[in-house]
């Protein structure tokens, strides 16, 4: 299974293209990357969670994308780090329930080895926590399961700037709970972001179930 760290913030259409491509031909992979000031809509959005109109967001430079991923608003800025996990659960035999507890399980022991930071997980609203300020959300997550395959995945909070975050409810909350690596005064440059990819990589890859061999008569 290939890994890729992309440099430049991708505009998020052209990783709703590639997440489209990848199902159609069931290739596996996980993407690092950032994106550029977008705000995206998952299928269960509520309307009164947007606080601001397109005219808005057009004029400040935040894109609006509408997506078939589960859950409401979220943001994605740049100085996340976000992870798109494209999996194959129908030849891995991995359930969807399995599926998440490997990513969010990677996300900790990576987020605990880099930064010392112990995360916790909400099972009313998905995504990671403080342990010690379970009310404060450093990780996002939205996953998208069709044809057994995944797409989309979790977002990181290291050095962005929630100006995008300030224009929502992120999934019904108040977007003052988001909290950041480097709100915390930890350091938050391209090296310890690295380090998180490198550790969840190793963390997610260690543990995740073989391809099963079709057997052939």
Known sequence: ?????????????????????????RRESILFLEHPLTITGGINYNIDNLLRNEDFLSEHGISLQYIKRGGDYTAHEPGQIVTYVHL????????????????????????????????VKNPNAPGLYLSDSPNRKILSMGVLFKSWFTSYGIALNVSNDFSAFQCIHPCGQDWKSMISVSQLGLPSGEEKKKEWILAFRSGFLRNLKPVKEEIRA
């Open 88 to 119: 194959d659960l129908k030849k891995r035999e991995i359930s969807i329930s399995e599926f998440l507890d490997g990513v969010l399980e990677a996300a900790i022991y990576s987020t605990k080895k880099v930064w010392g930071l112990d995360l």
């Open 1 to 25: 299974m290939q890994a890729f760290s992309l440099k430049n913030p991708l505009p998020y259409e052209d990783y709703v293209r590639f997440q489209e491509k990848s199902r159609e031909n």
